[in-house]
């Protein structure tokens, strides 16, 4: 299946076996709109952990039949959060959701050593897919939220989390670019440095399942044209499916600037932890969290 938009992971999901979401504190329209229509999609099964009267209330106001969903009841956001990872650890969930309540406190019940969703030696990274409508076909792209500025074995488990869900998305062989600020080869630029590291780790068959090239700047990544004025020839250039930044402020960047310039939208999750997370803002639209959700069962093992 070529996919090329974000509601095409949708029907690709729809094909595979359905995942169970659990939603942690889902008290409001957005989650709760989202996760209905994941669920009349027929992509997953869900638990809201919230206040049970606020989610029937906001059912209510937007016609949904609340019997669709099975609630656990849990009016506190940080208990809601504990809870609803509690659910995922006992064989209850195989994905988790953020609903109304701050990032800080998703992340800190997901990384809680004794009730949290993290493994030993965990690397957790966020992991966009963006639907560009000045691009060809899908970026899956990373880290714009959560590490600030990786290092090389932090850089290694991106790029390994970057193949999988483009994978998992339907792309055979994804092309990654190291991202740079130039694609000349600067040995005073850590950015280059790595990704010169990593790309060559590629060539000699250290890292399977992808072309693997870098550094790029991002215009020679994405725009044929400068690729091939540029004398970049390989598979990656102009072409490139997946993005490694070299830092959070130029993953961050990139994502608001497709959001808000090019009115791109976007499915975002946290890898790394026993399940995937969605892990989108609390003003984010119903849409946005449904790919979320899709590009999550997507990945889903």
């Known amino acids: 299946m070529n996919i090329s938009r974000l509601d095409q992971i949708i029907d690709l999901v729809k094909t595979k076996p359905k995942k ?104 957790l990274t966020h992991v966009a897919v963006i639907e560009n409508p000045n691009y060809a076909k899908l970026l899956v792209a990373s880290d714009c939220a959560i590490i600030l500025n990786p290092d090389l074995k932090q850089k290694q488990a991106i790029l390994k989390y970057l193949i999988g869900v483009a994978k998992a998305i339907g792309v055979k062989k994804p092309k ?72 959070i402020e130029s993953g961050n960047v990139f994502y608001k600037c497709c959001t808000k310039f090019n009115k791109a939208e976007v499915g975002a999750i946290l890898v790394g932890a026993k399940v995937p997370c969605v892990l989108s803002s609390r003003g984010d639209s119903a849409k946005t969290k449904l790919y979320s959700i899709a590009v999550a069962a997507a990945f889903s093992k």
Do not use: W
């Open 20 to 123: 169970r979401l659990v939603a942690a504190f889902a008290n409001d329209e957005h989650t709760i709109e989202a996760v209905n229509h994941a669920v009349e999609m027929g992509i997953v099964e869900a638990t809201l952990v919230g206040d049970e009267s606020k989610i029937k209330e906001v059912c209510s106001q937007l016609k949904i039949d609340v019997a669709k969903f099975k609630i656990v009841c849990e009016k506190d956001e940080v208990k809601a959060a504990t809870r609803a990872c509690e659910l995922i650890n006992n064989g209850e969930g195989d994905v988790l959701m953020k609903g109304l309540l701050p990032t800080d406190k998703y992340m800190r019940a997901i990384l809680d050593k004794e009730k949290g969703l993290t493994p030993p030696n965990a690397i």
């Open 176 to 247: 990654v670019a190291l991202i740079a600020a130039t694609e000349q080869m600067s040995p005073a630029m850590q950015a280059c440095v790595d990704a010169a590291i990593i790309s060559k780790m590629a060539a000699r068959g250290q890292i399977k399942g992808a072309e693997v090239e870098g550094p790029l700047s991002l215009d020679v990544a994405l725009d044929i044209e400068a690729a091939q004025i540029k004398g970049m020839t390989d598979g990656v250039a102009g072409n490139a499916d997946c993005l490694l930044f070299p830092n």
